[in-house]
């Protein structure tokens, strides 16, 4: 029996290798770092199950050539890198037709309401159920004005049943005391839960693999062999060549410089997000909390509060700009007044955004033996394990619960 060369060890590659692995397909899981050190190391900790809105709503992208010339926007757009990110723009905007965005909230929706199913199984089959917090998160406003500006979102979980409750006053001080009483409204998700340390889950789930006698390599890979059958081999840089009988490329916002060596180029973007990693904050909150005036998250994990949002569209090779971390950090106090930042670290990563938000899984349309698993936005760690079950079915010959066919990688 040959080999599956899973490329990419962060949640999306991991979880999968270990559900193959677990059916009984031998593994090889390879990265050019160590498991959990991508974007899995530093995302915002939320099973987040009602952020499924299409980014390319008209609301969003009207606003965007505002944004480029801001350095302090939700999206950040470098000067320098606009021609480069022209044609993903321009799919981005015929996304945002109205019977387009219907199609992509139910493509999401779909893969939302399977999150649960999918990950409390996973998390039983290797005992990791503890990383699963049972509180869940504030969407907090200051005003009606506040909530109203975020109606689309109340009218499309209400559309798609996603469970939700409106909070005023003194309400949301009984559930959060930390929070500034110049919160009026905020919309408790249950759902929204999070994880008590996302890289931590990584690990544990690489080594559950292991333990399952699946293979673990660190190396970069530069190319790929192909015979009669289809991919062959996929090559490292350090010389080294895994056979493989298939291969699922899973390797986040670097998936689009893998898929183009096959000759079957993907509108991949990475979205760059940055967080500030707060150790000894000073203060304790149970539920994440969303500010979207502010665009920014916090979320209790890894032993502190982490405040992370916005997002950065600069590719993959420029160096961070951590202004960015400390814009976020000041409106972090802005919501929690007694919240101290002395103790931090700064992080940044790559989000895999593909132009209409729903993520690329299924077989190549170009090798009959490469299948995709990629572009899963800021909902990598919501749909870790959902992606894995459906890959899985579809890998091994199982029937998918789902219909698989908004996700695939032809589809634009």
């Known amino acids: 029996m040959g080999q599956t060369v899973v490329v990419g060890a962060g949640i999306i590659g991991t979880a999968i290798a270990y559900q193959l692995q677990r059916r009984g397909e031998p593994v090889v899981l390879v990265d050019r770092v160590a498991p959990g050190l991508g974007a899995s190391f530093g995302n915002m900790a939320s099973i987040a199950v009602t952020e499924f809105m299409p980014a390319s709503r008209p609301g969003v992208w009207a606003q965007m050539p505002g944004w480029t010339l801001a350095p302090e926007g939700p999206v950040r757009v470098r000067p320098s890198y606009l021609p480069r990110l022209l044609p993903w723009f321009l799919r981005f905007i015929a996304a945002s037709r109205p019977s387009k965005l219907r199609e992509l909230e139910a493509a999401g929706s779909v893969l939302c309401r399977r999150v649960y199913e999918d990950l409390d199984a996973l998390l039983a089959q290797t005992g990791l159920q503890h990383m699963l917090s049972s509180e869940g998160c504030l969407s907090v406003y200051t005003d009606e004005a506040e909530f109203r500006a975020d109606h689309e979102h109340i009218e499309i979980l209400d559309r798609f049943g996603f469970r939700y409750e409106i909070l005023e006053g003194n309400a949301i001080r009984?559930?959060?005391?930390?929070?500034?009483?110049?919160?009026?409204?905020?919309?408790?998700?249950?759902?929204?839960?999070?994880?008590?340390?996302?890289?931590?889950?990584?690990?544990?789930l690489a080594d559950r693999f292991q333990q399952l006698g699946g293979a673990l390599e660190t190396g970069e890979v530069v190319g790929f062999a192909q015979d009669q059958t289809g991919v062959s081999d996929v090559r490292l840089k350090d010389g080294r060549d895994l056979q493989s009988k298939r291969v699922v490329l899973a390797a986040g916002a670097f998936t689009g410089r893998l898929s183009a060596m096959l000759g079957e180029p993907i509108p991949l973007e990475t979205e760059r997000g940055y967080h500030t990693q707060i150790m000894a904050p000073g203060i304790s909150i149970r539920h994440s909390l969303i500010w979207p005036a502010r665009a920014f998250m916090v979320t209790p994990t890894a032993g502190g509060i982490r405040v992370g949002g916005t997002v950065e569209m600069a590719g993959l090779d420029a160096a961070p700009d951590y202004r960015r971390a400390k814009v976020l950090v000041k409106r972090a106090k802005e919501a929690l007044p007694d919240l101290k930042a002395e103790r931090t670290s700064e992080w940044m990563g790559h989000r895999p955004a593909m132009p209409d938000t729903v993520p690329v899984m299924g077989r190549s349309a170009k090798h009959a033996n490469v299948w995709y698993a990629t572009g899963h936005g800021h909902l990598g760690l919501t749909y870790g394990a959902t992606t894995a079950r459906l890959m899985t079915d579809l890998i091994t010959g199982a029937t998918p619960p789902v219909d698989m066919k908004p996700y695939r990688v032809d589809r634009f």
Do not use: Q
């Open 174 to 204: 009984d559930l959060e005391p930390a929070v500034t009483t110049k919160i009026g409204k905020a919309v408790l998700f249950p759902d929204n839960r999070s994880i008590a340390d996302p890289y931590k889950l990584v690990l544990a």
